[in-house]
C-alpha cells in the first residue's frame, strides 16, 4: 500500500473511533513536522511545542478530513502556517534574536571538527535566517524535506510558478550569503 | 518523449529545481544534455550545487527515545487538557500573552465604551444636534395664514362633497 493509502486507512480508522490510528499518524509524521519546525524556528522548544499544537490540531480536525489534499500535505501545510504564526509573533519580541539560537553539539566527532561545524552552522543558520518566512519556508520543505515543487506549492497555497520564483529570489539570497565558503569550482 | 534543454534560459530555470531535490529523470537528463556543451552553465550548476551541499552540512540535532518519550507525554497532557477545558485548545501563547496587561485595558474599554453606547445614555442624545426642519423655509406668513383653509379643504376632500357634518365655510385665508 502507497503511504497515502497507508494514511488514508488511518484516518479511516480513527473516525471509525480507533484512537491507536490518531497515535500511529504522530508516530509517523512527529519528526519531519518537528524538523520543519525546528528549522524554521531555530529553537528546540519552540519546534517541540509548534509541533505537539501540530498533532493537537490534526486530532481535531481529523474527523473532517475529506482526503482532497494528501495527509502529509495537509500535516505540512498547518506545520508551515504555525511556524509563520510563531515567527510573526516572536519577529515582534525583541528578547528573541539570532544569539538565542541552539545548536546541539554532535555526540560523534573530534572537537576541532564540531567548532568547524558548529561554525558554519552559525553561518548557514544565519543567511537562513534572514531570509524573509515564506522563502525560509520553501527551502525548508525543498531542501531539507526534499519535497516536489508541486507539493510545496499545495503546502503554500500558491502556483508552481511561485514556489519557483521564490526559490529562485532565496537561493539568490544564500549565494550571496554563502559566498565566503562557496568555491565555484567545476568537477 | 524526451524533454530538451535548448537555451541557458531554459536550464538555468531548471538548474535550481535539479540541484536542490528529487526532480523528474527526464527533466535532469535534459540539463545534463545541456551542461555537456555549456561551460557557463556548468559553472553556474556547480555553484548551485555547493550552496546546496553547505546548506545540508548543518548537522540535524540527535532526537533520542527520552525526547519522544517526553513529546508524546506532553501531547498526551495536552490533548487531555483540550478535552476538559475548550478553552484550553488555544495555544500556548495565546493562553499567555506577552502583551496581557494591554490586551486586558484595551478590552475593558471596549466593553465600558459599548455598555454607554447599547444603554442610551442621555448625553448621546443631548450631544447629537437636532435635525433642521426641510420645510422651514417654504414656511412663510402667507401660507401660514392659509393653513385653517387647507385644512377644512382637505377635511371636505376626505369626507366627500356632501356629506352633512363637514362646514364649507372657510375660516381663514384670502
Known sequence: MSTQGEDLA???????????????????????????ARRMLRNH????????????????????????????????RITVNLCLDFTGRRARDVLTGLRALIWEPSPHGNPGEAAERRELGDVVAAAIDALPPRQRAMVVLRVYQDL????????????????????FAAFGKLRTALAPYVTGRVE | MERDVVSCKEARDLLLEVVSGTTPPDARRALWRHL???????????????????????????????????FMAGLDRRLESARAAPWARTPRWFRH???AW????????????????????????????????????????SVVDALPAMDASLAVWK????????????????
Open chain 1, 148 to 167: 516536489p515543487y508541486a507539493e510545496i506549492s499545495r503546502i503554500m497555497g500558491c502556483a508552481e510558478g511561485t514556489v519557483k520564483a521564490t526559490m
Open chain 2, 36 to 70: 555537456d556543451v555549456c561551460e557557463d552553465c556548468r559553472r553556474e550548476a556547480a555553484a548551485l550545487e555547493e550552496t546546496v551541499v553547505l546548506l545540508r552540512a548543518v548537522p540535524e540535532p540527535h532526537l533520542g527515545d527520552e525526547h519522544w518519550a517526553r
Open chain 2, 102 to 141: 494591554t490586551t486586558a485595558a484595551a478590552t475593558v474599554a471596549l466593553v465600558v465604551v459599548l455598555g454607554l453606547t447599547l444603554s442610551g445614555r442621555p448625553w448621546s442624545r443631548q450631544a447629537a444636534e437636532p435635525e433642521p426642519n426641510p420645510l422651514r423655509g417654504f414656511a412663510t406668513q
Open chain 1, 10 to 36: 488511518l484516518v479511516e480508522a480513527f473516525k471509525r473511533g480507533e484512537e491507536s490510528a490518531y497515535t500511529a499518524l504522530v508516530i509517523k509524521y512527529r519528526e519531519p513536522v518537528y524538523r520543519i
Open chain 2, 159 to 174: 369626507a366627500g362633497f356632501g356629506a352633512p357634518d363637514v362646514s364649507y365655510e372657510l375660516t381663514g385665508g384670502d
Open chain 1, 45 to 76: 522548544e519552540d519546534a517541540s511545542d509548534v509541533a505537539q499544537e501540530v498533532f493537537i490540531r490534526v486530532h481535531r480536525a481529523l474527523p473532517r478530513f475529506a482526503a482532497k489534499a494528501a495527509v502529509r500535505t495537509w500535516l505540512y
Open chain 2, 97 to 99: 500573552p506577552v502583551h
